[in-house]
């Protein structure tokens, strides 16, 4: 330990009285410290608090007689106290809280517990241990003996005592309970150091080590247990062994562990001298000369005071962390303050920049290795270009450790897409090609951008090797594009998307594959009708587990002085294993590159824009997915369609084979047209074979979507008159306007077209379309034209009028004479007496008894078949009501003039006027509502 360096991180000055003079510590018979206090006792039972300036400020009587010990609790105000009432008495345990006060101001005295010596009364106490919670007390007293009392000593009436047996019935010199195991007692002689278990009804004793210690050098330690100091050294105990010793060669008045410090006093003839050593940072922290020997170490208020056999006080004030960091830094002692800083627990940034400093030293001094070594450990905190600018640029050292902090930053995933690039470079300029492939072939996920390493690979031209690297880490778009664009290896790629998931390759086939169709159209044309209907992987490669490493097969890749064509053909030629390389293993043992995925497919619509030039192609590409899935998209049969009437889809050597290959398309599109299941835009679908002037086509469309009357007009555009006629006798049922317009056509032609007019005002006579007088209008316009045909059109005509007209003469004289005898007989009801003789009820075909109801319509009712709401005939009332209702449907039917005027422009205006004058429907009553 004394090669330990040596700092003065203590302030060390005399306490002084209010004179100036240095103050006196007085010969007390005890001290303890703890909670703001310096506690004494003096030999009348007294105990004396003492201030800063050790000054007696409060003082109370404890005890009548002796104050033996007294310990003040060091998370508690409570004092505990060993003394006696009167000389030869047994000894009595005090606990005060000093924060309750008696009547006389003095600390309260909680409890008092009375030590049973029995007849040995003359021993008296020398020591005292005890724990914070004051569950437990131990006392050595000068004959050897150690008593042990246990319980709640604060709130139980009865404690229990017992005496623990001191094996050597030596004096002993120290007593101690463990920090941390409350079970272990310490106890310490001239000769040997115990450890004793307290169990629950005996004591285990073991001896630690010989010799012991005197009173003065031995002291609890946190860590471990105990801490004693001989001429030899220091040494630390647990419970039940040496732990560790310090050479510490010397006599020793006094030590005292504290924090991370062991406090020793020692003397070596008349030189005597205070250190404090650091065991945790390993250095020697204060060390100052004192003119006497050692009475007392005490601590409080922040500071150590040594009390010496002449009374004076030395206070020592230990100096800030920010200045002992100074001293350090003055003295290039980087690793000392960043150890001190971590223990600390200071923060983090500034740890790092003492670290960042440490390393700024380093490399001032040209130690470029060690420099960059701190500065490794700065990543995360320290920005990277700080340490890239000193060693960039530099020698063949300074670049190695240039890389191997970069290799460190990917290892912490504390890199860029730059911070790759400057890595890789810096192997290739090192040409240190073992690194460069251990760092690109690393084992579990990669700490470097597999995108950036291998774009830097393929600006190097080492496109083989980013091929393989992008193979390894499956980095799919980067392996497709150095096969299509730096290897030119078209095929491959086909292959390589050929094992994909159907994701991955949806993905590559969207991307590369308009590329891939110009070069090899057949072989992407096939796989897209795979990944389109029925996606299953090829095949998966079977690896065989070979003793080498995963990456093996880059090892003896040269990424010097290779060409293009070296780079390929070690890509395309696989070296076989050798067999003694090989291991045997079971089936199950196989490993799948890939899986097969599920079966599902793409949709076809997102690849049609790949086809664009290659249209021959695409035809091929749906024809097959309309086969193989009928209840395709609407944009499947729209495109294919289109290609269908196109005429520069595929190339003719000449004319006429331009001719047949048009017209084979078209057959295609009219059967694609008139196949019920396509599932093509039917709008979309006439505007095509309009576009592309497809007669049969358009006919087909026209005729599909019900647009007779565009049918008609195609025909009358061309002067199709036969057509015309078979349009209006094919479509005339559905659309009788036809045959209007084809006789208005007919009617402004100019040819002689007697034989289609004569067709047309048959159809017109037979399905009434027309009044005469209109057809006669018509027909006017035409200048040549038979009378012939017009006289049999009137005369069908005139005929039809005469039986529509003797009709109806019958219907109305038919419906006067009705009207006639409903007057007559309602005239009798009014002007002559009615005569009712019946005798029977019309509702229960009983004899007809008094009380009864009878009607003028000759229906009578007992009046018990009747309801009271009944004032009208149950019987007739039915037919009555009809008739009412029918009446207020046709009022209403006469005041709705949307109804009318509709009714006369569908059908004959006449007719229509006539129905509602026969129905009543202008009757002034109505006319007056409205």
């Known amino acids: ?132 919670d004051l ?50 007692l310490f106890y310490v002689t001239d000769e040997e150091i115990y450890s004793v278990f307290i169990g629950d009804r005996e004591y285990s004793h073991m001896i630690l080590d010989q010799p012991g210690a005197k009173e003065s ?16 050294g220091i040494h630390f105990f647990t ?113 790092m920049d003492m670290v960042r400093q440490y390393g700024d030293h380093l490399y001032s001094k040209g130690d470029y290795d060690g420099a960059i070594e701190r500065y490794i450990k700065t990543i995360g905190k320290l920005e990277p270009s700080y340490v890239i600018k000193l060693f960039l640029g530099g020698d063949d050292n300074r670049i190695r450790n240039l890389a191997l902090y970069l290799q460190e930053l990917h290892r912490q995933k504390q890199s860029n897409d730059e911070h790759t690039t400057l890595l890789l470079n810096c192997y290739v300029k090192l040409k240190d090609e073992k690194n460069l492939k251990a760092f690109l072939t690393q084992e579990g996920k990669p700490s470097f951008d597999i995108e950036t390493a291998i774009r830097v690979l393929r600006h190097g031209k080492y496109s083989t090797y980013a091929l393989q690297l992008a193979e390894l880490y499956q980095e799919h778009a980067s392996y497709l594009t150095i096969q299509i664009e730096d290897l030119k290896n078209h095929r491959g790629a086909l292959d390589y998307i050929k094992t994909l998931n159907f994701k991955e390759a949806e993905e590559s086939l969207k991307k590369y594959g308009k590329t891939l169709l110009s070069v090899i159209p057949q ?5 897209l009708m795979k990944l389109c209907t029925n996606y299953v992987p090829e095949k998966p490669k079977v690896i065989i587990k070979e003793k080498k490493p995963k990456a093996q097969s880059l090892e003896n890749l040269q990424i010097e002085n290779m060409t293009q064509e070296e780079q390929r053909s070690l890509l395309f030629e696989k070296p076989q294993p050798k067999k003694e390389d090989i291991q045997i293993i079971s089936n199950q043992d196989i490993l799948l590159e890939r899986q097969p995925s599920a079966r599902i497919s793409s949709a076809a619509k997102e690849f049609i824009d790949l086809f664009v030039e290659k249209p021959e192609w695409l035809i091929k590409f749906l024809e097959f997915i309309i086969k193989e899935q009928p209840n395709s998209e609407e944009l499947i049969y729209n495109t294919l369609l289109e290609l269908y009437l196109r005429d ?3 190339e003719a050597q000449d004319e006429i084979e331009k001719e047949k290959i048009t017209k084979n398309l078209r057959n295609e599109a009219l059967k694609l047209l008139s196949n019920p299941q396509s599932n093509f835009n039917e709008d979309h679908g006439l ?149 009712i003789q019946k005798s029977i009820c019309s509702e229960c075909d009983g004899l007809l008894d008094l009380p ?79």
């Not at 010397?250 to 205070?274: R, V």
Request: glycine share 4%.
């Open 1 to 132: 330990m004394n090669h330990w360096k040596r700092f003065q991180f203590f302030d060390k000055q005399i306490v002084k009285d209010e004179e100036n003079k240095p103050a006196q510590f007085g010969d007390y018979k005890c001290v303890t410290t703890g909670r703001g206090h310096i506690i004494s006792a003096d030999n009348n039972g007294n105990i004396l608090f003492l201030n800063q300036d050790f000054k007696p400020v409060q003082e109370f009587p404890a005890y009548k007689n002796n104050v033996f010990l007294i310990y003040q609790m060091k998370h508690s105000y409570k004092l505990v106290t060993v003394g006696d009432e009167a000389p030869n008495s047994q000894p009595i345990i005090k606990i005060f809280d000093l924060i309750l006060k008696n009547k006389k101001g003095d600390p309260s005295c909680k409890k008092e517990i009375k030590i049973g010596l029995g007849k040995n009364v003359e021993i008296q106490p020398t020591h005292l241990t005890l724990l914070e």
């Open 687 to 835: 505007v095509l074979v309009k576009m592309y002037n497809f007669p049969e086509g358009i006919t087909y469309m026209l005729e599909k979507k019900q647009l007779y009357f565009e049918i008609l007009q195609s025909h009358m555009k061309n002067k199709n008159y036969e057509n015309i006629i078979r349009s209006c006798q094919k479509y005339g049922n559905q659309e009788k306007s036809l045959w209007l317009h084809a006789l208005n056509f007919f009617a402004s032609c100019e040819d002689d077209c007697s034989r289609e007019i004569r067709i047309i005002l048959d159809s017109v006579e037979r399905l009434n379309l027309l009044e005469p007088l209109l057809v006669i209008q018509i027909l006017s316009r035409k200048k040549k034209i038979k009378f012939e045909i017009v006289r049999d059109f009137l005369t069908k005509i005139m005929s039809n009028f005469n039986i529509e007209l003797k009709s109806d003469k019958q219907q109305i004289e038919q419906s006067e004479r009705t009207r006639e005898e409903l007057k007559e007989e309602l005239e009798v009801f009014r002007t002559q007496p009615f005569n």
């Open 135 to 184: 569950t437990q007390i131990a006392i050595a007293f000068n004959d050897g003996s150690i008593i042990h009392l246990r319980g709640n000593l604060t709130s139980d009436r009865t404690i229990n005592q017992r005496f623990i047996r001191n094996p050597s019935k030596d004096p002993i010199n120290a007593l101690i309970f463990h920090p941390k195991m409350h079970n272990v």
């Open 523 to 527: 072989e992407t044309t096939e796989f």
């Open 239 to 351: 419970n039940d062994m040496k732990v560790a010793s310090y050479g510490l060669f010397g006599q020793k008045s006094s030590i005292l562990s504290h924090k991370d410090y062991a406090i020793i006093f020692s003397h070596e003839k008349s030189k005597y001298t205070i250190n404090f050593y650091d065991l945790t940072n390993s250095f020697i922290a204060f060390s100052a000369p004192f003119p006497l020997d050692c009475k007392y170490i005490l601590y409080e208020w922040g500071s150590f005071y040594v009390i010496t056999t002449d009374n004076k006080i030395y206070q020592l004030t230990e100096k800030s962390l920010e200045s002992k960091f100074e001293t350090l830094f003055r003295k290039n002692l980087y690793d000392t303050a960043i150890t001190l800083a971590h223990h600390h627990q200071y923060d983090a940034n500034i740890i």
């Open 648 to 650: 520069d889809v595929i």
């Open 217 to 232: 050098c031995v002291s609890a330690y946190e860590k471990y247990g105990l801490m004693i100091g001989r001429e030899d």
């Open 852 to 930: 009864s109801i009878n009607f003028l319509c000759g229906h009578s009712f007992h009046l018990r078949c009747l309801t009271i709401s009944e004032s009208e005939c149950p019987i007739c009332s039915q037919n009555f009501s009809l008739a009412l209702d029918r009446k207020k449907q046709l009022e209403q039917k006469g005041l709705n003039h949307e109804d009318f005027r509709k009714d006369l422009d569908s059908e004959n205006g006449f007719s229509k006027i006539a129905e509602y004058f026969g129905k009543g429907l202008f009757s002034q009553s109505i006319l007056e509502k409205k």
